[in-house]
């Protein structure tokens, strides 16, 4: 009988490393082609660190935070290292703590002080090992004011997620009364700058728009914005918001040019219109990509 030869240890220390080589040319990031082509297909699974993470404790004081991983990817595939990046509506700071772990340079505002107190509370506990976490800057106010006060061509990103009309004020399934069991925040706040608070659908897209098309002016030409909004209902009628927001967003100079859905594959399904009618569960999100076509 031959004896077999036992199979090589495969030890990641010894397997040689691919180099990394980014195309020279490359204006946006530093990913190499391989690591580009995955960010580039239009449907991503949503990923959370999952509800009794240690981690999750402080997001799920917010009614409706993103996933900081799914930020991180954004903000790897359009900023550079150091790059500046913008979240006007930064909640309880998930894009600061995504900017501090890939070593950027964020800017949040925050209308309600008690999420700008968590957002710091979070950066501290969360990333404090993070080299990039004194790079982070959450600013309290209306973004409508605060926007204005960037100077030109000053950011290389814009990412937010912004209140979706006054939505939080009508979900009336059994999540929200979860929330209001664990005494957990069911709407931002009650302050009237608030965008949240504003009940005319027209009026809020409006004032939406204002500032987000008011960050043309310090994102540079050419740079991306991405929105992560998602579709919604108000009584049995279908609201296309993604795309409401971005026909408001063209005048602005704001181009999409790309539409990325966020499987939200975690979502309990709950039987709305049985057995009289249809009526969707939304489980996903849109990530609106634009472009700052400004010269
Ligand atoms: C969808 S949440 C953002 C959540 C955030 N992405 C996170 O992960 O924590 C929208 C946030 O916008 C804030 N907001 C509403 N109106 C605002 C305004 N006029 N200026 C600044 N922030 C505002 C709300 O307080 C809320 O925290």
New binding site residues.
């Given amino acids: 009988m031959v004896a077999r030869k036992p199979k090589a240890k495969v030890d990641d220390a010894t397997v040689p490393s691919e180099p990394k080589v980014v195309h020279p040319k490359n204006p946006l990031n530093e990913l190499t082609s391989t690591e580009w082509l995955p960010e580039t297909v239009s449907v991503w699974n949503q990923r959370g660190l999952g509800a009794n993470h240690p981690d999750a404790a402080i ?1 799920r004081e ?7 991983t799914d ?1 991180s990817r954004l903000i790897r595939f359009f900023t550079k290292r150091e790059g500046v990046v913008l ?9 600061l703590k995504a900017c501090a772990v890939e070593g950027r340079r964020g800017i949040g ?4 002080p008690k ?1 700008v107190a968590l ?1 710091k509370k979070r950066l501290k506990k969360e990333a404090s090992n993070a080299e990039a976490v004194d790079w982070q800057e959450v600013r309290k ?4 004011k ?1 926007v204005q006060a960037l100077d030109e061509n000053t950011l290389d990103f814009v990412i ?5 009309w006054n939505i939080l004020h009508k979900e009336d399934h059994k999540a929200k009364q979860e929330r209001i069991d664990n005494q957990l925040d069911t709407r ?2 009650n ?1 009237k ?5 504003i009940d005319d659908y027209e009026a809020f897209l409006e ?1 939406l728009g204002g ?1 987000l098309g008011a960050c043309v002016k310090p994102l540079r030409p050419k740079k991306y914005m991405a929105v ?1 909004v998602s579709d919604f209902r108000d009584k049995s009628n279908y609201i296309m918001f993604h795309a409401d927001l971005a026909r408001v967003l063209r005048p602005y100079g704001l181009e999409m040019r790309g539409l990325t859905v966020l499987y939200q594959r975690h979502k309990r399904i709950f039987p709305y219109g049985y057995p009289y009618a249809f009526v969707p569960n939304i489980h996903n999100q849109f990530i609106l990509l634009l472009q700052n076509t400004k010269k």
């Fill in positions: 997001e917010h009614p409706a935070p993103f996933s900081y930020v979240d006007p509506f930064v909640g309880v700071g998930s894009t505002f925050e209308l309600n999420y957002t106010g209306d973004a409508r605060l937010t997620s912004p209140p979706y931002y706040s302050d700058a608030d965008l949240g608070n004032a500032i992560i």
